[in-house]
């Protein structure tokens, strides 16, 4: 039934030019981001062949590809996610699920793993350009994995939050205003580091707190190719924590508190 | 409010069900089968809006094979009582139990006994009739082998034939109304829930629903909500009256045609008496001036004053031009429990 509710969504992604305007612009940005990178690198492999244990051309590449991949989807994220709720109320089409035998789990679930087959399909079109670079040399694989990891876990709690958004209006473009504005703030987390401050300080829970919240931070050790269990779950964390709020809110809709 | 309720008390042999002032047949033939077949029982649902009682302890029960017609003016609560027995809304008060499961404890289980068709039809406006109605069918949960031949079926019955490969965002509004009806039927539940099924339909089309409205009453239990009076008694067994968020009259359509029938005399005298004389005369409950030389002659309860009005008539010199009864249709009936309590 999840999976029902999955492949709507799917099709109701392809429906709009939404997607596929932004999927245009994302394989935009990042492959002029990738094609530039390219050209840096070919200008310095003379002095990369001299330098001992130089970066490779998936440090240099690729990292910064799902860097990018990273802000775009953070601008990119919340546009695809907010008609996952608000639309269906503003056609009031959620009747139609909410009538069905499915709980509000199922149907959030089911929208969730929706969007997220949409972003899985985005990132693994990007992911085609790493890999073309196998045409003219080796990659690290270890290191790309790692990047795909956290690009996956990173876009998921992207997609959670803007799931959320969704799930409070009736407006889509207010949830995506709504979502991109509590991703900026988390953003702003980052810059400050203030899960840092708070561990000088002792305050752990409080770190671990700010640390679920700023997604991109919890990203850091994915780019650098190491697999951080830590950040894996604090990303998790942020997920989970999202769809919980939404099919709260779901609920309580039908309360009508 | 009082004295209407007094009126139709006193027109009602029957008694009272409960305390809120609805009326039930008690001699109607289905009340007497067996409790199992029972598709929707409500009991004493209520549900506010902040300080505001949108529906206040209104209690249904349905039969297989039944037409329950859902009346009352805007705002009566007749839409958030569907949405409560749909399992859309969570009721303040009350429970209600579809086919025997209730609905608050089990509500998918019970969901699946339900089509429900709401005041707007829940339309993806980007997919085809047929790509609709499969996705319907598939929440619904219809098994692989029989969905094809349940969205099949479900388009037949519909009228949409035509129109299985456009998308229904394209489709005129009385076309969108079927596909939403298709929607409530495809999984063929043993509960139909259709909140105005023919608005916004051409006289045709209306037509085409009511029949298959009448069919579906074959097989399933229909709830429809109207302010369509007529619609009522051309499609419904019974019917439910809301008035202010609870039920001011619940009778069968058969119960409120015999039960009005003689109820009343429209009375015409050439050199009429005092409307006082008339209202006096044992057996009257009330006399009304029609015209000057026409009255409107309730009957009290139990008593028949025909005998005596025409004796009197005849030999007070009244000169009588004519006695008839006076049908009560289902709009009297409806703007005398709506609108009394207004004025």
């Given amino acids: 039934m999840i999976f029902t509710i999955a492949a709507k969504e799917l099709k109701a992604l392809f429906a709009s030019p939404l997607a596929w305007i932004v999927l245009t612009l994302t394989q935009l940005i990042v492959s002029y981001g990738?094609?530039?990178?390219?050209?840096?690198?070919?200008?310095?492999?003379?002095?990369?062949?001299?330098?001992?244990?130089?970066?490779?051309?998936?440090?240099?590449?690729?990292?910064?590809?799902?860097?990018?991949?990273?802000?775009?989807?953070?601008?990119?994220?919340?546009?695809?996610?907010?008609?996952?709720?608000?639309?269906?109320?503003?056609?009031?089409?959620?009747?139609?699920?909410?009538?069905?035998?499915?709980?509000?789990?199922?149907?959030?679930?089911?929208?969730?793993l929706g969007l997220m087959l949409f972003l899985l399909l985005a990132i693994g079109i990007i992911t085609l350009m790493p890999l073309a670079l196998l045409l003219g040399g080796r990659l690290d694989f270890g290191l790309l994995a790692s990047l795909l990891i956290g690009s996956v876990l990173l876009t998921a709690s992207f997609a959670a939050v803007g799931f959320y958004a969704s799930a409070l209006t009736a407006q889509p473009i207010i949830a995506a205003l709504i979502g991109f504005g509590s991703l900026l703030i988390m953003l702003l987390l980052v810059g400050v580091n203030a899960a840092d401050g708070l561990r000088e300080h002792g305050w752990t829970v409080a770190a671990d707190f700010v640390q679920v919240l700023s997604p991109l931070n919890n990203f850091d050790p994915f780019a650098r190719g190491m697999f951080d269990s830590y950040s894996a779950v604090c990303l998790l964390l942020l997920v989970i924590a999202f769809l919980t709020l939404t099919i709260r809110r779901l609920d309580a809709a039908r309360l009508g508190a | 409010m009082n004295a209407v309720k007094l009126v139709y008390f006193s027109l009602h042999r029957g008694r009272a069900s409960n305390s809120r002032g609805a009326w039930q047949a008690d001699d109607s033939p289905i009340m007497t089968a067996s409790s199992s077949d029972i598709t929707v029982s409500a009991q004493g649902l209520s549900r506010s809006f902040g300080a505001r009682r949108a529906v206040d302890a209104v209690s249904l029960e349905l039969r297989r094979g039944e037409i329950l017609g859902l009346l009352g003016p805007n705002g009566a609560g007749k839409t958030t009582t569907m949405q409560m027995l749909t399992g859309n809304l969570a009721p303040s008060g009350g429970g209600v139990s579809i086919c025997g499961i209730d609905l608050l404890e089990q509500p998918t289980a019970a969901k699946a006994h339900l089509g429900y068709l709401p005041e707007h039809p829940p339309l993806y406006r980007e997919l085809t009739v047929r790509e609709y109605l499969d996705l319907a069918a598939r929440l619904?949960?219809?098994?692989?082998?029989?969905?094809?031949?349940?969205?099949?079926?479900?388009?037949?019955?519909?009228?949409?034939?035509?129109?299985?490969?456009?998308?229904?965002?394209?489709?005129?509004?009385?076309?969108?109304?079927?596909?939403?009806?298709?929607?409530?039927?495809?999984?063929?539940?043993?509960?139909?829930?259709?909140?105005?099924?023919?608005?916004?339909?051409?006289?045709?089309?209306?037509?085409?629903?009511?029949?298959?409205?009448?069919?579906?009453?074959?097989?399933?239990?229909?709830?429809?909500?109207?302010?369509?009076?007529?619609?009522?008694?051309?499609?419904?067994?019974?019917?439910?009256?809301?008035?202010?968020?609870?039920?001011?009259?619940?009778?069968?359509?058969?119960?409120?045609?015999?039960?009005?029938?003689?109820?009343?005399?429209?009375?015409?005298?050439?050199?009429?008496?005092?409307?006082?004389?008339?209202?006096?005369?044992?057996?009257?409950?009330?006399?009304?001036?029609?015209?000057?030389?026409?009255?409107?002659?309730?009957?009290?309860?139990?008593?028949?004053?025909?005998?005596?009005?025409?004796?009197?008539?005849?030999?007070?010199?009244?000169?009588?031009?004519?006695?008839?009864?006076?049908?009560?249709?289902?709009?009297?009936?409806?703007?005398?429990?709506?609108?009394?309590?207004?004025?």
Avoid at chain 1, 52 to 72: E, K, M, Q, S
Avoid at chain 2, 285 to 304: K, P
Avoid at chain 2, 319 to 334: N, R, W, Y
Wanted: with cysteine; proline share 6%; hydrophobic share 45%.
């Fill in chain 2, 140 to 343: 619904h949960r219809v098994a692989r082998p029989r969905r094809g031949t349940a969205v099949a079926e479900a388009i037949e019955r519909c009228g949409l034939a035509e129109v299985t490969s456009r998308l229904i965002g394209a489709l005129s509004k009385g076309y969108q109304q079927r596909v939403g009806i298709a929607q409530a039927i495809v999984h063929s539940p043993d509960v139909v829930i259709l909140d105005e099924p023919t608005v916004g339909l051409d006289p045709n089309q209306i037509r085409d629903i009511r029949g298959l409205i009448r069919e579906l009453g074959d097989s399933h239990s229909v709830i429809l909500s109207t302010h369509i009076l007529p619609e009522v008694e051309s499609v419904c067994d019974r019917v439910q009256i809301m008035h202010h968020g609870s039920t001011v009259f619940s009778d069968t359509i058969t119960g409120l045609r015999q039960f009005h029938a003689g109820r009343r005399v429209l009375l015409g005298l050439r050199r009429p008496p005092q409307l006082s004389a008339l209202a006096t005369i044992p057996g009257v409950a009330r006399a009304e001036e029609v015209s000057a030389n026409l009255f409107r002659i309730n009957f009290a309860n139990g008593g028949d004053p025909t005998d005596t009005l025409v004796r009197r008539a005849v030999d007070d010199d009244w000169g009588l031009t004519q006695l008839t009864p006076a049908q009560t249709s289902l709009e009297d009936v409806f703007t005398h429990l709506t609108q009394t309590e207004d004025a």
């Fill in chain 1, 34 to 112: 990738f094609l530039q990178r390219i050209d840096d690198f070919v200008e310095l492999q003379p002095q990369l062949a001299e330098t001992p244990n130089a970066p490779g051309v998936t440090a240099l590449v690729a990292a910064p590809v799902y860097a990018t991949l990273a802000v775009v989807m953070l601008f990119a994220v919340p546009l695809l996610a907010m008609r996952l709720i608000a639309e269906e109320r503003r056609n009031q089409t959620m009747v139609l699920l909410v009538s069905a035998p499915l709980s509000i789990t199922e149907i959030v679930l089911g929208k969730f």
